[in-house]
């Protein structure tokens, strides 16, 4: 009953108190996946250790008839592994995840960022590539992609997706570093102007940035 409570507050929007109960239920039968699910869920990236603890009970007590949200499950581990610096677990779960949901963005984008964090700088592009129609929407997907090219040896195209990330965020200083990054693998004096002139801009980006937080 405290599980269903909790599950029927937090989906209406009394998220503290459902998961209060879900907590209590938690402490008291850690066999009840239903509650582990949603306390790792609620967790996942504001309190990776948390979710891990809680996801692990999950996979350890859901029955083998019960196996819908594994995915979901896989997702939300993989994302909290990463989060706390375990990339060898997270990459496992993840691909686990993409298996099951080939065609889910999320899923992809997450991978590709696990695997960008391990310098697999191909593996990472190929989890990317297929998001480059969606750019407007997720401007991470240029700015990634274009860091994976550029570790290729890519520079135009890494050039040109930086360019567009710029576009889409132009208060963010790391799309002015990727682009002096880029320049600053060529071999030209040309090159070393052009990278010199975007740290220069990232310097004065992230001045600007200061002086808001500070306000």
């Known amino acids: 009953v405290k599980t269903a409570l909790g599950l029927t507050l937090y989906e209406s929007g009394q998220r503290e108190r459902g998961l209060g109960y879900l907590e209590e239920v938690a402490r ?39 196996k819908r949200n594994d995915w979901e499950a896989q997702l939300l581990l993989g994302t909290s592994y990463y989060l706390a610096g375990n990339l060898v677990e997270s990459r496992k779960l993840l691909e686990k995840a993409q298996d099951a949901r080939p065609r889910d963005n999320q899923v992809r984008q997450t991978l590709g960022t696990v695997l960008i964090a391990q310098q697999k700088w191909a593996e990472g592009a190929a989890q990317y590539e297929p998001l480059q129609s969606d750019v407007q929407r997720r401007p991470a997907v240029a700015f990634n992609l274009a860091t994976c090219y550029l570790h290729m040896g890519r520079r135009d195209e890494a050039r040109k997706l930086a360019l567009t990330y710029q576009g889409l965020r132009p208060e963010d200083p790391r799309g002015a570093i990727l682009l002096a990054q880029i320049e600053q693998a060529g071999d030209r004096e040309a090159d070393y102007r052009e990278a010199i002139k975007r740290y220069q801009e990232a310097q004065e980006l992230q001045k600007k940035q200061t002086g808001q937080t500070s306000k």
């Not at 066999?31 to 999950?58: C, D, M, S, V």
């Not at 350890?60 to 008839?65: I, Q």
């Open 28 to 66: 008291q039968r850690p066999e009840t996946h239903g509650a582990q699910f949603q306390i790792g869920k609620h967790y996942a990236r504001q309190n990776p250790q948390r979710a891990i603890q809680a996801l692990e009970q999950f996979f350890r007590y859901r029955p083998d008839e019960d």
